[in-house]
């Protein structure tokens, strides 16, 4: 008889993650760290239909302004995910060479004028950091690398595909590979180590 397998404590209270560009070129990150928010491109989507986070009508919305459908189905899955996720997700971002992550306040706020800036945006209480959960620096040359690719995709918004690397990364744990090696090389200097002893008069 199979008994059933345990579940990964750590994976399952994983919170959601997304990298999210801040513009062009991360142009609005600094903006973004001074005002401890998330930031996001002005887009035809009416605030009411974006907080409702229906997927089909928003991509609908798109194809409406002449957007190609499969841009359209993409740009639709990045308003919803910036309207509706939840406060505990992680918001992930690369620069300066580091890893940058903050949690951010449910509820999208609108700026007055856009002149140049995106006109929604919502608020990370806690701020960006480029530390780890223990203080650590966030370092992006460590970031595994399949995880270190994410910064090459050019969309604003969407789930890494090494998002649970990542989350390991941002709370200081090694990533599995790393894990294993170092347990390889303390098990090889174990026993060279007693080889040695057993040498020794």
Known sequence: MRHPRKANRTSQNAPQLRYIRLGKGNAWIEAARDESIIVFGDNPVPAHLARRGDVKEIERCFEAHDYPRQQASRLAGEVTSFYTL???????????????????????????????????????????????????????????????????????????????SIWRFIQGRPNRSKRSFQVLEAELREAVLTRIRRFRP
């Open 86 to 164: 939840p406060a505990d997700t992680v918001w992930v971002t690369f620069e300066d060479d580091h890893v940058w992550w903050c949690r951010a306040e449910e509820g999208v706020r609108r700026y007055g004028n856009g002149q140049g800036f995106p006109q929604v945006y919502r608020r990370a209480p806690q701020g960006w950091r480029n530390t780890d959960e223990k203080g650590r620096p966030l370092l992006l040359s460590n970031l595994p690398g399949a995880a270190a690719a994410t910064s090459r995709c050019r969309h604003t918004l969407f789930t890494p595909t090494a998002h649970r």
